[in-house]
């Protein structure tokens, strides 16, 4: 497609129970980034991609956060007992290719709320 | 010390008032990445640069890897230019290009 696209756009959760979050890529982009926008302007990187690969994972909490992109699926981001500090907006961002001189499209994010 | 501080937090301006946000940081980067926040939340790519200048219609991005200074500049501002502009820099020591965001920066353009 021509844009990043993120599905729910609005998920709430129980305290303790699995969040899944997903993220199309824009068609031929080959990098996915995931980020957490806590607060109104507090963002944190999460996770990279190029293609199915973890690039980059020194964002991810380990111990609930996990994280796939699969050949022909939508990327998945997904929270195992979910905790009220995870009530954020995640954004998946992707670009065509690696490296800092690439632009980054952003998705319209999913806003999780846990209760 | 956040390593990417933008200034003013909050600004009002008047209809056709020309606008600067800056952003300072304190490391090395790659690239420097300016973005707007629409109250809705989505996230739009304004410009991505390294060094010099860019203008975009009335939006000119400036970058001084010098003084590790960048200034977003609006002309003839309008009131739909009221968003959150955040800075965001790709740090020359991390692996690919994840971004390290400012705090942003509140426009409102009264009518």
């Known amino acids: 497609g021509e844009e990043v696209a993120q599905t729910p756009k609005h998920l709430v959760r129980g305290e303790g129970q699995k969040a899944k979050l997903y993220c199309a890529p824009i068609?031929?982009?080959?990098?996915v980034f995931w980020y957490q926008q806590v607060l109104k302007n507090e963002f944190k990187f999460l996770i990279s991609?190029?293609?199915?690969?973890?690039?980059?994972e020194t964002g991810m909490p380990k111990e609930r956060f996990s994280a796939k992109c699969l050949p022909n699926s939508p990327c998945s981001l997904e929270i195992q007992a979910t905790k009220l500090e995870d009530s954020a907006v995640y954004f998946c961002?992707?670009?065509?290719?690696?490296?800092?001189?690439?632009?980054?499209?952003f998705g319209p994010g999913t806003r999780l709320t846990v209760l | 010390k956040n390593e990417v501080e933008q200034s003013p937090q909050n600004l009002t301006a008047q209809e056709g008032e020309f606008i600067t946000i800056n952003c300072s940081y304190s490391?090395?980067?790659?690239?420097l990445h300016w973005l707007q926040q629409h109250p809705g939340g989505g996230i739009v790519s304004l410009f991505m640069l390294s060094s010099g200048k860019k203008k975009h219609g009335r939006l000119i991005a400036t970058i001084n890897i010098q003084e590790k200074h960048s200034s977003l500049h609006i002309t003839a501002s309008h009131p739909r230019d009221s968003a959150v502009y955040i800075c965001a820099v790709a740090l020359s020591e991390t692996s690919g290009s994840r971004l390290t965001f400012g705090e942003g920066t509140q426009l409102t353009v009264n009518p």
């Open positions: 991609f190029q293609n199915e690969n973890v690039f980059d």
């Open positions: 961002a992707s670009s065509q290719a690696g490296g800092s001189y690439n632009e980054q499209f």
């Open positions: 068609k031929g982009h080959s990098y």
């Open positions: 490391v090395g980067i790659s690239a």
